[in-house]
């Protein structure tokens, strides 16, 4: 931040035509966006220097009660009038590292809520647009994203430094464009995302990753399955993940639909001279489960296709090494 030059403060001519520019019902934000404060704008940079000029004017260039018209009550209204830089003299456009993206991503969406984006904890919010936009075909192809996914998305997920959660939110941003905005099918899972923890986040990723592989493999190998047939019906095992732990978040995504049944369990594995206690999970997937998965992926439209369709990987999150959809399936990719 530039120092403040005590000898520069707003003239009274530039404070009493700022005022009186704004009524009543002018936003926080606005107050510094005319040119009349280009003088004066690149000295007032935040509220504490703001607060410094009143002082200097209170102690050095004000030796009557009014300053040429302009007096002490009116000018500490305006200096409480200030927003923080982050806000101030920022344009929607402007997004700390993905202003085109971000443009290109969200549309006129971008618009209506570029105010609230410029609060939002601008690492988090980035990391959000910028893997979104990784996630969408065609930038250019016209569409926009829906205002409520995506207020709803940026205002919950900017502050996660978690890449599931990151990997999650994008994909939901990105599910929701439309070439009108007005598709919000993406709400519920926002609804559902916002309710889970990281941790159980990549216990939903970890199930369905393992799935999407097992049917993977079964495609590949000419057999025929039904997605809506899978509901309930069809077990995955796999490793990864603290059985303790993961008791509670199985629940969880119990709860939510996101699973049908679960049990967590141990196995003694032998092999040639040594023994070890193979921990595990298992759980049965649902359509819900299902649907967040390809959401998360930007793939809603194809759901159906889970298993037939890549439907893409999870940065560096790794999947589990070990899974089936038996126990000896388990066994059989065990070290």
């Given at each position: 931040?530039?120092?403040?030059?005590?000898a520069?403060?707003?003239?009274?001519?530039?404070?009493?035509?700022?005022?009186?520019?704004?009524?009543?019902?002018?936003?926080?934000?606005?107050?510094?966006?005319?040119?009349?404060?280009?003088?004066?704008?690149?000295?007032?940079?935040?509220?504490?220097?703001?607060?410094?000029?009143?002082?200097?004017?209170?102690?050095?260039?004000?030796?009557?009660?009014?300053?040429?018209?302009?007096?002490?009550?009116q000018?500490?209204?305006?200096?409480?009038?200030?927003?923080?830089?982050?806000?101030?003299?920022?344009?929607?456009?402007?997004?700390?590292?993905?202003g085109?993206?971000?443009?290109?991503?969200?549309?006129?969406?971008?618009?209506?809520?570029?105010?609230?984006?410029?609060?939002?904890?601008?690492?988090?919010?980035?990391r959000?647009?910028?893997?979104?936009?990784?996630?969408?075909?065609?930038?250019?192809d016209?569409?926009?994203?829906?205002?409520?996914?995506?207020?709803?998305?940026?205002?919950?997920?900017?502050?996660?430094?978690?890449?599931?959660?990151?990997?999650?939110?994008?994909?939901?941003?990105?599910?929701?464009?439309?070439?009108?905005?007005?598709?919000d099918?993406?709400?519920?899972?926002?609804?559902?995302v916002?309710?889970?923890?990281?941790?159980?986040?990549?216990?939903?990723?970890?199930?369905?990753?393992?799935?999407?592989?097992?049917?993977?493999?079964?495609?590949?190998?000419?057999?025929?399955?039904?997605?809506?047939?899978?509901?309930?019906?069809?077990?995955?095992?796999?490793?990864?993940?603290?059985?303790?732990?993961?008791?509670?978040?199985?629940?969880?995504?119990?709860?939510?639909?996101?699973?049908?049944?679960?049990?967590?369990?141990?196995?003694?594995?032998?092999?040639?001279?040594?023994?070890?206690?193979?921990?595990?999970?298992?759980?049965?997937?649902?359509?819900?489960?299902i649907?967040?998965?390809?959401?998360?992926?930007?793939?809603?439209?194809?759901?159906?296709?889970?298993?037939?369709?890549?439907?893409?990987?999870?940065?560096?999150?790794?999947?589990?090494?070990i899974?089936?959809?038996?126990?000896?399936?388990?066994?059989?990719?065990?070290?």
């Open positions: 931040m530039r120092s403040f030059r005590s520069v403060i707003p003239s009274p001519a530039i404070m009493a035509a700022a005022w009186s520019s704004q009524d009543d019902s002018s936003e926080p934000g606005n107050v510094l966006q005319g040119e009349v404060f280009a003088d004066w704008e690149e000295d007032v940079e935040d509220k504490q220097t703001g607060r410094r000029a009143l002082r200097l004017c209170r102690r050095r260039q004000r030796p009557q009660a009014v300053l040429n018209g302009f007096d002490e009550r000018a500490g209204r305006f200096l409480r009038r200030m927003v923080d830089p982050v806000t101030t003299g920022a344009t929607a456009g402007a997004l700390v590292g993905g085109w993206v971000a443009k290109k991503l969200l549309g006129p969406t971008l618009e209506t809520i570029g105010d609230d984006l410029q609060k939002l904890y601008a690492a988090g919010r980035d959000i647009v910028n893997r979104a936009a990784e996630k969408v075909d065609d930038l250019d016209g569409k926009c994203a829906n205002l409520r996914v995506a207020r709803d998305v940026l205002w919950n997920g900017a502050f996660s430094e978690s890449e599931v959660c990151t990997e999650y939110y994008s994909g939901l941003l990105a599910a929701s464009r439309s070439a009108d905005g007005l598709d099918e993406a709400a519920p899972f926002v609804d559902v916002k309710s889970l923890a990281s941790r159980q986040l990549k216990l939903h990723y970890s199930i369905y990753r393992s799935l999407e592989r097992i049917l993977e493999q079964a495609h590949a190998n000419g057999e025929t399955f039904d997605v809506s047939a899978i509901h309930g019906r069809m077990d995955v095992f796999f490793t990864g993940h603290d059985p303790h732990k993961s008791a509670l978040d199985l629940q969880v995504l119990l709860r939510n639909g996101l699973i049908a049944e679960f049990a967590t369990d141990s196995k003694m594995i032998t092999r040639k001279d040594r023994e070890w206690v193979l921990l595990f999970c298992k759980a049965r997937p649902t359509m819900f489960g649907s967040l998965y390809a959401a998360a992926h930007n793939q809603l439209e194809w759901w159906q296709a889970f298993g037939l369709r890549h439907f893409g990987e999870f940065g560096d999150i790794e999947p589990p090494k899974y089936g959809q038996t126990m000896e399936e388990l066994l059989d990719r065990a070290p």
